[in-house]
């Protein structure tokens, strides 16, 4: 049973002053757009919440506004469902909210504080900055785009390290080096591996032999780990051109000032 006083303070994110009310339609586009960038990355849910993803389906569950709110906001303990109300603005949040419950039948869902406190949900940015986001978490391109491993500002996948340094130029980029891939070698296969852990009770790593990388785990001994690979970089930025390259670099500068 959800604790009832816990609760309060997510409803009062939903019933907030009409003042500050965004037409629904617009919200659900809204959520929908973050759902994609955020929630439809493969490993977790699909698009429009359908069956295809790691996660279960969310569309047509007869799920009500109460529990995907809490949900959404506070996770799912135990499981890969992480809590987005410390990660998201307050405003994505219900979005995202408002449109899952459009997937569960709920044509007017309450997005009363849509937009309250907190701003627009994303920073203003140059436009070539702001064409950079869009090309970052393109969901057209599927697992082509830079979102199916990087997380900037608490979207996208968090495969690899954060981007701590970013790279001067496009040519920078292709060329980027990768020390942290390692060689896993598993039952006489070789495949290049992002190393989570390796420790005495498990081997954990990530296979980057094809979009999107698998978390792959195996018992000791199973899987053999050797420093550097011959994968790189610029074999996964093919659906990209130079010039959104270009963009998306511009984004990522933005996105690193405090």
Same mark, same amino acid.
């Given at each position: 049973?959800?604790?009832?006083?816990?609760?309060?303070?997510?409803?009062?994110?939903?019933?907030?002053?009409?003042?500050?009310?965004?037409?629904?339609?617009?919200?659900?586009?809204?959520?929908?757009?973050?759902?994609?960038?955020?929630?439809?990355?493969?490993?977790?849910?699909?698009?429009?919440?359908?069956?295809?993803?790691?996660?279960?389906?969310?569309?047509?569950?007869?799920?009500?506004?109460?529990?995907?709110? +809490? +949900?959404? +906001?506070?996770?799912?303990?135990?499981?890969?469902?992480?809590?987005?109300?410390? @990660? =998201?603005?307050?405003?994505?949040? &219900?979005? @995202?909210?408002?449109?899952?419950?459009?997937?569960?039948?709920?044509? +007017?869902?309450?997005?009363?504080?849509?937009?309250?406190?907190?701003?627009?949900?994303?920073?203003?940015?140059?436009?070539?900055?702001?064409?950079?986001?869009? =090309?970052?978490?393109?969901?057209?391109?599927?697992?082509?785009?830079?979102?199916?491993?990087?997380?900037?500002?608490?979207?996208?996948?968090?495969?690899?390290?954060? &981007?701590?340094?970013?790279?001067?130029?496009?040519?920078?980029?292709?060329?980027?080096?990768?020390?942290?891939?390692?060689?896993?070698? @598993?039952?006489?296969?070789?495949?290049?591996? =992002? @190393?989570?852990?390796?420790?005495?009770?498990?081997?954990?790593?990530?296979?980057?032999?094809?979009?999107?990388?698998?978390?792959?785990?195996?018992?000791?001994?199973?899987?053999?780990?050797?420093?550097?690979?011959?994968?790189?970089?610029?074999?996964?930025?093919?659906?990209?051109?130079?010039?959104? =390259?270009?963009?998306?670099?511009?984004?990522?500068?933005?996105?690193?000032?405090?």
């Amino acid at each position: 049973m959800i604790d009832a006083m816990r609760f309060l303070p997510l409803l009062w994110l939903a019933v907030s002053s009409p003042a500050w009310s965004q037409n629904v339609q617009d919200v659900i586009a809204q959520g929908e757009g973050v759902f994609n960038q955020t929630c439809a990355t493969g490993y977790c849910h699909a698009v429009k919440g359908g069956l295809g993803g790691g996660a279960p389906r969310l569309a047509a569950r007869g799920f009500d506004e109460a529990y995907i709110n +809490t +949900t959404t +906001t506070r996770g799912l303990p135990g499981t890969s469902m992480p809590a987005f109300g410390t @990660v =998201l603005a307050r405003n994505d949040v &219900i979005a @995202v909210v408002a449109y899952v419950a459009s997937l569960n039948g709920i044509a +007017t869902p309450n997005v009363g504080a849509a937009g309250r406190a907190g701003g627009p949900s994303r920073a203003s940015l140059p436009p070539d900055a702001e064409r950079g986001r869009e =090309l970052f978490y393109d969901a057209v391109r599927s697992f082509g785009r830079c979102a199916t491993c990087h997380e900037v500002s608490g979207m996208g996948m968090a495969v690899a390290s954060p &981007i701590s340094k970013v790279p001067a130029d496009v040519t920078a980029l292709r060329a980027l080096a990768t020390p942290a891939v390692s060689t896993a070698t @598993v039952n006489g296969e070789a495949m290049p591996a =992002l @190393v989570v852990s390796q420790g005495k009770t498990h081997t954990v790593f990530y296979d980057l032999t094809t979009p999107p990388p698998v978390l792959r785990t195996f018992e000791p001994g199973e899987a053999k780990i050797a420093a550097g690979s011959r994968w790189r970089h610029a074999s996964i930025l093919g659906s990209y051109t130079d010039a959104e =390259l270009s963009s998306v670099l511009a984004f990522l500068r933005a996105a690193a000032k405090p």
